[in-house]
């Protein structure tokens, strides 16, 4: 029951060997040409919700709890004589990147740049 959207510009997702991802999970290929990869014997909890945008890599083993949201894109917004949905995006920081054995607690919410190290434990409070 998870809701992945097709990709109007090429994003590639996998996922691998052993991996679960759970009901109500929403995949989203917007605001970029970003890749999703979820590597191997990794589980993603229910509620979560991923924008592809400059690409999420997630490595082997890694635990990510309920309602979790990546966003790997930020809207451009400097000219006040535009609207902001017109302003297109801000160039990339590199996507998101989670590294082996990275457990990712409830109602985090993870931005474009984000490099979380192997072993890191991330809690929302």
Known sequence: MA????????????IGE????DSFVKIKPAGGTGDLQIGRFSYVNSGCVFYTGNG?????????????TFAPVN????????L????????SRGGIIV??????????????????????RLIAR
């Open 3 to 14: 809701d992945i959207e097709d990709s109007t510009r090429g994003t590639s997702i996998s």
């Open 56 to 68: 999420i890599s997630i490595s082997d083993n890694v635990l990510i709890a309920a309602n979790c």
């Open 18 to 21: 052993g991996s679960m991802i």
């Open 84 to 91: 902001i949905r017109e302003q297109g995006f801000l160039p």
């Open 99 to 120: 590294e082996d054995d990275v457990w990712i607690g409830a109602n985090c919410v993870i931005l474009d740049g984000a490099i979380l190290r192997q072993g890191c």
């Open 75 to 82: 809207h451009a917004y400097k000219d006040s004589g535009k």
